[in-house]
């Protein structure tokens, strides 16, 4: 398994020098890191650079840092009814272990696909954060949970149309007998 080295000055890299190798040592950090790109789904997301508030406790472990922590980020989006635009939050919570090296991941140093690994004293975080983004977001966002959304028959927003807003329903198969005009003086003559 190959990995990347870690650029220590990006926002997302967090250095874990002070806990060292020591089992049982801790430190919290309440940092404010600006939102990745394309952090979104469907109709909503995280825009790009927003500040991201975050609580994280990194514990040093035997096989390597356990990192524990809450996010909060804006959302913005539009309502999956109604098209309006909306504005949100979204706290999340996580929990990850980064392995110090594949020898420590599974018995017999195979690491599994989806283990995440320190690259020297470094961790990164945005993945970590990504994933639990993605997976909190609504598919559907609404507005507000009576939104109504839009008229099917002329795309008017029906909180905004009344209690009396309708459109003429035809039988299809009556259609084209729409234009038809039908003489009836014959009829009353006889």
Same mark, same amino acid.
């Given at each position: 398994?190959?990995?990347?080295?870690?650029?220590?000055?990006?926002?997302? #890299?967090?250095?874990?020098?002070?806990?060292?190798?020591?089992?049982?040592?801790?430190?919290?950090t309440t940092p404010v890191l600006p939102a990745p790109v394309d952090l979104a789904v469907?109709?909503?997301?995280?825009?790009?650079?927003?500040?991201?508030?975050?609580?994280?406790?990194?514990?040093? #472990?035997?096989?390597?840092?356990?990192?524990?922590?809450?996010?909060?980020?804006?959302?913005?989006?539009?309502c999956s009814r109604c098209l309006d635009p909306l504005t949100s939050e979204i706290e999340v919570d996580f929990q990850e272990l980064f392995y110090y090296s594949a020898d420590d991941a599974l018995p017999g140093g195979a690491g599994g696909e989806d283990d995440l690994f320190l690259d020297g004293e470094l961790l990164?975080?945005?993945?970590?954060?990504?994933?639990?983004?993605?997976?909190?977001?609504?598919?559907?966002?609404?507005?507000?949970?009576?939104?109504?959304?839009?008229?099917?028959?002329?795309? #008017?927003?029906?909180?905004?149309?009344?209690?009396?807003?309708?459109?003429e329903k035809l039988d299809p198969r009556w259609a084209s007998l729409q234009g038809l005009v039908v003489d009836n003086e014959d009829d009353q003559e006889g």
């Open positions: 398994m190959t990995q990347r080295s870690l650029d220590p000055r990006a926002p997302w #890299v967090i250095s874990t020098h002070d806990l060292g190798r020591r089992p049982g040592s801790m430190r919290k469907g109709m909503i997301g995280v825009p790009k650079d927003a500040d991201v508030e975050l609580d994280i406790r990194l514990e040093a #472990v035997m096989e390597g840092v356990l990192v524990t922590g809450t996010a909060r980020a804006p959302l913005h989006g539009e990164d975080l945005e993945p970590v954060f990504r994933d639990a983004v993605v997976l909190a977001l609504p598919l559907s966002p609404v507005c507000s949970d009576d939104c109504a959304g839009l008229c099917t028959g002329c795309g #008017v927003k029906l909180a905004e149309a009344g209690p009396d807003h309708g459109h």
